[in-house]
């Protein structure tokens, strides 16, 4: 296994190191990874920069991307192995993340191949319109330029490395710099070593893709500063999130940065079905909460019951005191999450109704609106329970909240109806809003979004999953009274590329 940063086609310098322990058992695993240096950190900005031109292929990203996916599945077994190691989750859940990384990779192949997303639009001269000629304008979106992508903590293959952003930065033809997660470099090495042997392949520039190794949070500074790289992806905490947000804002020339932070998730549990099924509600969600040790960005971590729920809390409390954790994913984590449940313990009028290895806070309403600090996240398997009186309660709730990545609503028919004041509500605070599921699960398709007002995200007029994820990396260009032979293909009168355009004011599927 390298051990060294990719930078643009070689190996990256350095000789200050670190390593990971197996989180099953704690014993020492393979590699001394080394830190990138800043002169790493310039090669590959530089690198990505130059390679630029060489993503501007739309069937070439595509080609790459696919060639991405069977890199990544014919060394599946040493992935899958090593993804068990670094984060103590079972073969299921890592071959199973595999699955949906590459199948990612294909959806976004099939993006760039088809091209419909660059949104081409055309609108022909009319010389001869009074009282002044109307110009030939046509527009199209294309790629920002290099883009930092930042490994996340919780999933190592479909949000790190060949994740979501660095597939769709691709696909818009942007080259990808990634800062590896510390928690999992192994992962990301053999990651990392799949898309160098795609990349060759294909014959693609070396420096679409670089990948870097930091145990802190230099190199990743680095990168934000670097005068090449036109935006960032970054999924974490909401003090990292709003951290790049920050430096990439203070920059001589200010960059996006799309964040997806923190997220509670609330789920709104109505009153006929709280009644007919107290347990059949309590055990979703407890399954919701417990799975992968709660480490979920779409945890649902706040619970508004609206009326009578003492048997429902009942029965979420006997799951929930019968988890049986497996180790989390980092001592850090780990450790965060023993904090913000002492600090939720001790505040007034919040009642711990379920101590350990999973947790339930109870409060009111009332008391949960007024109290900011109970619509924090607690990375793990923790909820607080708000009892909600009514649906005037639970509404005030919702307005209370900030920005969320989803919002639930369990009910009956009949249930749902009398919610639709706060179902309206919560389409103005979430990215997603559901009905009688849990949110744990991300369909990766063209109509998700994974996304939500701050502080869910730094801009909520995105998603960071599905195909819409690849707008995020592209901006729009117009050309006026441009010469056919100067027109990008998308744009020209032929449609070589058979798009879907707009022409006229009229949408053409071929024209």
Not at 97 to 112: I, S
Not at 215 to 232: F, K, N, P
Not at 253 to 258: Q, T
Request: charged share 20%.
């Amino acid at each position: 296994m390298n051990t060294r940063s990719l930078v643009a086609g070689r190996l990256g310098g350095g000789e200050k190191t670190f390593s990971v322990v197996d989180r099953r058992d704690g014993s020492a695993l393979e590699g001394a990874f080394v830190v990138a240096t800043r002169e790493d950190v310039d090669a590959a900005c530089r690198g990505a920069l130059e390679a630029v031109s060489s993503l501007a292929s739309s069937s070439a990203r595509a080609e790459f991307l696919e060639r991405i996916a069977t890199e990544l599945e014919a060394d599946a077994e040493a992935i899958v192995a090593r993804y068990q190691a670094e984060t103590a989750l079972p073969e299921g859940r890592a071959r199973g993340e595999l699955g949906r990384t590459c199948g990612q990779l294909r959806m976004f192949a099939r993006v760039a191949r088809e091209g419909h997303w660059v949104d081409a639009r055309i609108d022909h001269a009319i010389p001869d319109r009074q009282p002044l000629p109307k110009p030939d304008l046509r527009s199209m979106r294309v790629a920002i330029g290099p883009v930092a992508v930042f490994g996340a903590s919780n999933f190592p293959l479909a949000f790190s490395v060949a994740g979501g952003d660095t597939a769709s930065a691709l696909a818009a033809g942007c080259p990808v710099v990634t800062k590896v997660h510390p928690a999992h470099p192994g992962v990301s090495a053999l990651v990392g070593a799949a898309i160098v042997r795609a990349a060759e392949a294909v014959g693609v520039h070396p420096g679409v893709f670089s990948m870097l190794f930091d145990q802190g949070i230099e190199v990743g500074e680095w990168l934000v500063d670097h005068r090449a790289i036109a935006g960032v992806g970054f999924t974490g905490s909401y003090r990292g999130g709003t951290a790049l947000m920050r430096r990439a804002a203070e920059r001589p020339v200010p960059i996006p940065v799309f964040a997806e932070m923190g997220s509670v998730n609330p789920s709104f549990l109505l009153p006929e079905l709280l009644a007919s099924d107290p347990a059949g509600l309590a055990e979703r969600l407890a399954g919701a909460l417990t799975m992968g040790v709660g480490q979920f960005c779409t945890n649902p971590g706040v619970l508004v019951t609206v009326g009578e729920a003492s048997v429902w809390a009942e029965e979420i409390s006997q799951r929930l005191a019968g988890f049986v954790p497996t180790p989390m994913l980092t001592e850090g984590i780990a450790q965060a999450y023993s904090e913000g449940v002492e600090r939720r313990n001790q505040m007034d009028g919040v009642n711990l109704v379920v101590d350990g290895p999973a947790h339930l806070f109870e409060v009111t309403a009332a008391q949960f609106v007024a109290e900011p600090d109970l619509h924090e996240e607690i990375f793990g398997p923790s909820a607080v329970w708000v009892r909600a009186q009514d649906l005037a309660e639970a509404e005030a709730v919702a307005r209370a909240m900030g920005g969320q990545l989803t919002m639930s609503f369990h009910g009956t028919g009949a249930d749902l109806e009398a919610a639709k004041p706060v179902v309206q509500v919560a389409a103005t605070k979430a990215g997603r809003v559901l009905f009688n599921q849990v949110p744990t699960g991300v369909e990766v398709c063209d109509s998700i979004v994974h996304g939500g007002p701050f502080p869910a995200t730094s801009d909520g007029r995105s998603t960071s999953v599905g195909t819409g994820a690849i707008e995020r990396w592209s901006r729009p260009v117009c050309w006026q009274n441009a010469p056919e032979a100067l027109l990008p293909p998308e744009l020209q009168d032929a449609n070589p590329l058979a798009l879907h355009r707009l022409v006229d004011g009229k949408r053409l599927v071929s024209g």
